[in-house]
């Protein structure tokens, strides 16, 4: 589209408007839905993350092998996230032993490659993985290119993720979300480990 403006000496000046993208606005997933098929595979330096199995190099899990031990929770986290971030993984971090205790796996997902990231306490046995392209993110309803964290919340300038934490029983249902689109803090972790010993 071609618009034609008149500055204040009535010049005429044409400029070219790029049609903008619709929005797609972020939509995520709720309990009682199905959790999206993803794989996970170890790379010689991180777990990366994948919504294909064909041609993953060295070890790989998909959410179905990964639910074969257990319940899954399953959380977004983005460093970029500000003030929020660091409180934010340090509950993680606090909860995945008593994850492991009631019988499921913590697998979190960020946009940061896992090196760049906090190393988890030595008692953490949650799995740090690297969503590259915001693949997962994009299946799980938490991540959108056309509607920006940005244009909702003050003080984030990068693309993130909303932060997210699902527990996935063995059959891919989700029995718990946890969605903090106000970015307001956690939820209450006993409410997570009560979903996974459902």
Known sequence: MILEIDNEWGD???????????????????????????????????WQASVFTAGLPGQSLTISELLGQGPLVVSFYC????????PF?????QLSPQIEAAGGQLVVFSNEHPRY???PSVNSSMLLVHDADNTVAQRFGVYSETDPIWDRVSGISEDVYIPALYVVDRSRKIRYHFI???FEGLSNPQDILNAIAR
């Not at 460093?79 to 660091?86: D, L, M, T």
């Open 180 to 182: 903090d689109e106000n």
């Open 12 to 46: 005429v000046q044409s400029i070219v408007v790029k049609n903008r993208q619709p929005i797609e606005r972020t939509q995520p997933i709720k309990a009682g839905d199905t959790a999206p098929f993803f794989t996970i595979a170890a790379t010689h330096d991180a």
């Open 79 to 86: 460093p970029c996230w500000g003030r929020y971030a660091p």
């Open 117 to 119: 990231l906090p190393n």
């Open 89 to 93: 993984l340090k509950a993680l971090t």
